[in-house]
Nanobody
């Protein structure tokens, strides 16, 4: 059974930065793509970023390009999301997910395991 545990969220002022982490259990972490999604109150879950099994391929939602950076450390079974220049509209619960395949995808149906999320709140 795969478990994903996110951490690193919190309250930050607009313009600030956070580094989110997602620790995965299991020995096959490096075989699969990983991704971050987020869900704000009253809104649908939306794609943030994804990374292929090797880390060589990444994908971002257009609104987050240049501000967010996804990376992974397969030796530590961990995927990261560096979030910079935060805006109040970035306030959401951020979830990490493990892919069904090795390829990065923005489609949530391509992800089979999900964490419980970490709250990011950006104040003005």
């Amino acid at each position: 059974q795969v478990q994903l545990v996110e951490s690193g969220g919190g309250l930050v002022q607009a313009g600030g930065s956070l580094r989110l982490s997602c620790q995965a259990s299991g020995r096959t972490f490096s075989d699969y793509a990983m991704a971050w999604f987020r869900q704000a109150p009253g809104k649908e879950r939306e794609f943030v970023a994804a990374i292929s099994w090797s880390g060589r391929a990444t994908a971002y939602a257009d609104s987050m390009k240049g501000r967010f950076a996804i990376s992974r450390d397969n030796a530590k079974n961990t995927v990261y999301l560096q979030v910079n220049s935060l805006k109040p509209e970035d306030t959401a619960v951020y979830y990490c997910a493990r892919g069904r395949t090795a390829a990065a995808s923005s489609d949530h149906v391509e992800y089979s395991y999900w964490g419980h999320g970490t709250q990011v709140t950006v104040s003005t």
